[in-house]
């Protein structure tokens, strides 16, 4: 190998071997908190590891929540729009109902004033 090959090598285990030294650091921590118990108030304590589950089932609860409220705005939404179709028909049918002149009413007119 030439040496330029085997500076970059060495650079790069020494890359790799940083890498996997803060790597184990990391999981050494999370192994060490996973087990640590964290004290909520004067009475409440918790594992971390229970905490990240009690907050990934609150997650969930919040999720079905939101769907729920979701699918209630629209079946609100539906009952408002079919309320406004209501207003408008009957605003329609009032209108007519005003407006309405029996067929006969200008032959019956005529009829009434007799002949010119």
């Keep these: 190998m030439s040496a330029d090959v085997r500076a970059v090598l060495e650079g790069l285990k020494a890359g790799w071997d940083s890498c996997k030294s803060q790597d184990d650091q990391k999981h050494s921590l999370i192994s060490v908190w996973k087990t640590h118990v964290v004290t ?23 999720s079905d929540a939101e769907s729920e409220l979701r699918d209630k705005k629209d079946v609100i ?24 002149m029996p067929p006969c009413f200008f032959l019956c007119e005529l009829t009434f004033l007799g002949p010119a």
């Design 77 to 100: 939404k539906m009952a408002r729009d079919r309320v406004d179709e209501g207003e408008r028909k009957l605003q329609v049918f009032q209108f007519d109902k005003v407006n309405w």
């Design 40 to 62: 909520i108030g004067a009475t409440y304590s918790l594992r971390i590891q229970d905490l990240f589950a009690y907050i990934q089932d609150l997650s969930g609860k919040l």
